[in-house]
Each structure stands twice: as C-alpha cells, then as structure tokens.
C-alpha cells in the first residue's frame, strides 16, 4: 500500500495591539487514520465538514489541534490536541485523510 505524503503551509494572521504572524505546516497522508486507545490520550472532537479543506481549516484555526482526521465517506473530522508519535497509532484505512500540524518555528529551531 502506497501513501502519499503532502506538506502544506498556511500563514495564520490573528489581530491584537500588535499583529503576530504564525506559520504552520500541515502534514496530510492518504489512506492512513489516526486512532488512540492509550488512557493517557484526549478525547476527539468531532465536527461534520463539507469537505478536506474545511477540516484542515477547523485544525489550523484550533490553537489546541495537533492532529485530525477526516473520513470521505461520512465528512466526520475529528480533531485531537495529541501527536501521533506521542500517543496512539497511524492505522492503514481507506477514504481517511490524516492530518498532523507542524510549528513553523519547531522546524526553524532544529536546522
């Protein structure tokens, strides 16, 4: 089974006194969900969607989600505040799009 991959980034422009400027990137692979039945991971949040993009929009405009899936089939898109590599597991599933934020300023600090 082949999956696919796919960096998006997204600046996020939030107002105040003074304007912040956040960068995300968002990981997306095809085919894979996201799925945790370790104690110590969160409860999802599910929301229905019209579509892939307004999930990925719900999970970028959410300060506290980390991961998010998004079922084809039903256009059910939980949103998690856990990381796949910290709880939980990637499992093989068709029609699931899994979708994981990156800080822009994680990836800055490590090069």
Request: with cysteine.
């Amino acid at each position: 089974m082949k999956h696919t991959i796919v960096l998006l980034l997204l600046t996020i422009i939030t107002q105040s006194a003074s304007q912040n400027i956040r960068t995300l990137f968002l990981s997306k692979i095809n085919d894979v969900q996201y799925q945790c039945g370790d104690p110590g991971c969160s409860s999802a949040t599910i929301i229905s969607v019209a579509n892939l993009r307004d999930c990925e929009i719900a999970c970028l405009s959410n300060d506290n989600c980390l991961t998010a899936t998004y079922d084809q089939s039903n256009s059910d898109c939980e949103l998690f505040v856990d990381i796949p590599s910290q709880y939980g597991n990637l499992v093989p599933q068709a029609g699931v799009v899994t979708l994981m934020v990156i800080d822009g300023r994680q990836l800055s600090a490590r090069k």
